[in-house]
């Protein structure tokens, strides 16, 4: 797109609302603008399809955010390990189990490299005009769940938790908010929610005993937003935590104390299936207390479901979403990136070595 023809397009005044879409490419079509405008989306969420390198992301998302005032939200999963969306020209992330392993060796250490991690990981995404990543995973290393693995920084709750929190204030240095996920925990169950809908039959008592303790320290010290997991949880609830007005809304916003954004993990997921339509799905998770909704990889389904989905009141989403908006102006940390200070501690984290399982495990909800 030449750049005075993007000048002549109008930027819509619109609220950001409760859905985040995705895009097919590497710039918007025509189609793909008209959706992004419905007064229904309020965030996009890009993947590994989308990045090509990074001049043409930072056009991508300029033209994203040229589209409404406030902008778009845009999101990624970019976490470390194998969920890293984009590579070429980007720190290589470690599986947050390195983090763990260093916390057994030395734990002042540790929380040091995680914050820096956590810096070097937001401050790249800011300079090409990310607003947020998914990220950190919460999610206890019970050795059960394929999925999770070594996306998660540790068995014990505490040291997750601190880890957890020294990379929220490496996110934080970078201009992004965190996001923890995927509450209560994904961790002890076997099943990969992508495909099927996996089940967890502690008690409340067990889940908040582990797994909930870092979701709670987290939200203590300012996380900004939780994305809960499709896992049914049935002594707790008999719908999943993300269709579940008990976890969501009694748990997480009652006893827990959360005010950020509840985003719901991505709805064409088999775990989100017992729903119904996406529309139903839709309806279930904001009146459970989710936020935001994400509708990826299924552009029919999604124009459908933008077409015929009436939200409830949401006094607060704007606030919250505001709050998940990236601080500072690209080109700002696109300076940052380039000085002494900021390479060496992108050497630091590249120094985190990449073991040679670091790649191992399924997929994670990755569009090519």
């Known amino acids: 797109m030449v750049e005075d023809e993007t000048m002549t397009r109008t930027t819509l005044n619109l609220p950001r609302g409760p859905v985040m879409v995705d895009v097919a490419g590497f710039s918007l079509t025509e189609q793909e603008r008209a959706r992004l405008s419905h ?67 030395d734990q002042e250490e540790a929380r040091k490299l995680a914050e820096t991690v956590g810096y070097v990981l937001a401050a790249e995404l800011s300079a090409c005009g990310i607003d947020l990543s998914f990220t950190p995973v919460l999610d206890l290393d019970w050795e059960r769940c394929a999925v999770i693995g070594n996306r998660s920084f540790h068995r014990d709750p505490e040291a997750v938790a601190e880890l957890a929190e020294a990379l929220q204030q490496g996110l934080g240095r970078g201009g992004m908010m965190s996001c ?9 169950v076997e099943g990969d929610s992508h495909h099927l809908m996996p089940q967890d039959d502690r008690s409340l008592a067990q889940i908040e005993q582990d797994d909930l303790v870092p979701f709670a320290r987290l939200a203590d010290a300012g996380m900004g937003a939780v994305m809960p997991a499709h896992v049914l949880y049935p002594a707790v609830d008999s719908q999943p935590a993300g269709f579940s007005k008990v976890w969501l809304t009694d748990i997480l916003r009652g006893k827990i104390g959360f005010d950020g954004v509840i985003f719901s993990d991505a709805l064409d997921m088999a775990g989100a299936a017992g729903a119904g339509t996406y529309v139903q799905r839709a309806d279930a998770a904001l009146a459970a207390g989710c936020d935001m909704v ?38 700002d940390w696109q300076r940052l990136i380039a000085t002494p200070d900021f390479a060496a501690a992108q050497a630091v984290v590249k120094q985190l070595a990449m073991p040679k399982d670091a790649l191992a495990g399924p997929q994670v909800g990755e569009a090519h």
């Not at 001049?55 to 589209?67: C, D, F, N, P, Y």
């Not at 999963?77 to 290589?92: K, S």
């Not at 124009?303 to 080109?331: C, I, N, T, Y």
Request: some cysteine; aromatic content about 6%.
């Open 180 to 188: 923890g996920k995927h509450y209560p925990g994904h961790g002890y």
């Open 39 to 105: 007064p229904l989306v309020g965030g996009i969420i890009l993947f590994r399809r989308n990045f090509q390198n990074i001049e043409q992301l930072r056009a991508l998302t300029a033209e994203i955010r040229a589209l409404r005032s406030p902008h778009l939200l845009i999101a990624v999963d970019h976490e470390g390990g194998r969920v890293q969306r984009f590579l070429d020209g980007f720190t290589r992330l470690p599986p947050m189990n390195v983090l763990g392993e260093a916390w057994d060796q």
């Open 294 to 331: 994400l509708v990826c990889n299924q552009p029919e389904e999604a124009d459908m479901m933008l077409a015929a989905l009436l939200p409830p009141p949401q006094p607060k989403l704007a606030e919250r979403l505001e709050r998940m908006a990236g601080k500072s102006r690209a080109e």
